[in-house]
Each structure stands twice: as structure tokens, then as C-alpha cells.
């Protein structure tokens, strides 16, 4: 599986937009990229993926670079309730099985 | 709609009791995965069930563990002669299909203590 690498924690203040950043340097032609997170004492739960172009849905932005070797989550008006653990995973078809491995993550605190 | 539930929310038994926990996945799902996680710790991925197919139990820690999957809906995991280390939160998650196997929508979870 591709290894991405995540800031173990970053600080957002409420109503702004956080940025959260991905490395996936050795990301295949195949493999999506997959965003997370887990709210304290709750289940995971899933935000966003993308292959190559950039996405967006109701809770998220998904930035892409052109060789695919980093990505950043936007949360375009961060919100008490958005501080939790975001994950960062790449995957795709030729991985074994189809489990989730979760890594460090990212540590988001929103700020009043 | 209706998403992912686990019941029971919490279990506290007493080393040695057997215990059965239930996920009912998100409807129309066909793929269905369980994961443990220990306080501070990441997922772990304990078996997956996907369809008809023969399930993938290649995470179940040990031969106390086992999960079915009646009817390609509700799944039950079954952890038998509990011992302290199985204390985790006991977490379900189901997909849609193979085609994006990993936009996985979890349950709540079920808080599982052995004393």
C-alpha cells in the first residue's frame, strides 16, 4: 500500500477554512485517495476520495496535484463539531483485501 | 436514511462469558467488514463478508472469534471464553459494492469491557 504522511495535529479557528494537507509520494496509477475522520468516541466516518481530478461534496473539498503525490482536504467553514482525527489513506485495486488501515492522521482542534 | 446500527452501545461481562454483538448494515449493502479499536489505537480488522462469497477471516485474532452473516444483511460476532485483552470498541462498517469497496460507512460501535 502507498504510506502517506499526514501533520500529527494542526489548530483551525471557527468559521475559517481548514487545510489539511497529504503526502503520497509513492502513490500508483490505480490507487484513489481516501479522507476520514473519527469524531472522539464515535465511528469512523467517511468524507471524500478521488482519483486525479478534484471533488467536492457537501462536507468537503478534495485538492489533487497534478502528479498526485500530496493532496489537501478543505473544510471550507471549519466548525466546533468538525474537530476530530482526519485520516488520509490511499487505496485502490490492487491492494490485498479490502479493509481500511488507518495511520497517525492529522489531530484537527477548531477554535472558538 | 437509515445508516449503520450496532447494538448492544455498551457490554461489560466478566472474563470467561461468552458475548454476541450485531451490526445491521446500511440496506442494499453487500459488503460488510468488522474492526476493533483499542482506546488510543487504530482500526483493526477483524473479518469481511462480501456478498455470497466465502467471508475474509484472515483478522479474527483467535479461534474464540467468529461472525455469520444471516440473509446477506444482519452479521452477529460472536467472541467466546472473553478475556481482558478483547476489551475495544467493536466497530461494523458496510459498502456499497466491489466497485468502491473502500467508502465504508461505520456503526456506532459497540464498547466492549471484560473485567
Known amino acids: 500500500d502507498a504510506k502517506t504522511t499526514q501533520p500529527t495535529s494542526m489548530d483551525c479557528a471557527e468559521g475559517r477554512a481548514a487545510n489539511l494537507p497529504c503526502n503520497h509520494s509513492t502513490i500508483s496509477g490505480n490507487e484513489y485517495v481516501y479522507w476520514y475522520r473519527q469524531i472522539h468516541s464515535q465511528g469512523p466516518q467517511y468524507i471524500i476520495h478521488g482519483l486525479k481530478n478534484n471533488e467536492t461534496n457537501e462536507m468537503a473539498s478534495l485538492i489533487i496535484t497534478e502528479d498526485r503525490k500530496s493532496s489537501t482536504l478543505i473544510l471550507p467553514h471549519a466548525t466546533l463539531r468538525d474537530t476530530a482525527v482526519y485520516y488520509c489513506?490511499?487505496?485502490?485495486?490492487?491492494?490485498?483485501?479490502?479493509?481500511?488501515?488507518f495511520g497517525g492522521g492529522t489531530r484537527l482542534m477548531v477554535k472558538p | 436514511g437509515a445508516g449503520v446500527s450496532q447494538s448492544p452501545s455498551n457490554k461489560v461481562t466478566e472474563k470467561g462469558k461468552d458475548v454476541e454483538l450485531r451490526c445491521d448494515p446500511i440496506?442494499?449493502?453487500?459488503?460488510l467488514y468488522w474492526y476493533r479499536q483499542s482506546l488510543g489505537q487504530g482500526l483493526e480488522f477483524l473479518i469481511y463478508?462480501?456478498?455470497?462469497?466465502?467471508?475474509?477471516k484472515s483478522g479474527l485474532p483467535s479461534d474464540r472469534f467468529s461472525a455469520e452473516r444471516t440473509g446477506g444483511s444482519v452479521s452477529t460476532l460472536t467472541i467466546q471464553r472473553t478475556q481482558q485483552e478483547d476489551s475495544a470498541v467493536y466497530l461494523c462498517?458496510?459498502?456499497?459494492?466491489?466497485?468502491?469497496?473502500?467508502?465504508?460507512?461505520f456503526g456506532p460501535g459497540t464498547r466492549l469491557t471484560v473485567t
Open positions: 489513506i490511499v487505496r485502490g485495486n490492487n491492494n490485498a483485501g479490502n479493509m481500511l488501515t
Open positions: 440496506s442494499g449493502h453487500t459488503a
Open positions: 463478508f462480501q456478498g455470497n462469497s466465502a467471508p475474509d
Open positions: 462498517a458496510s459498502s456499497q459494492s466491489l466497485w468502491d469497496p473502500y467508502e465504508q460507512y
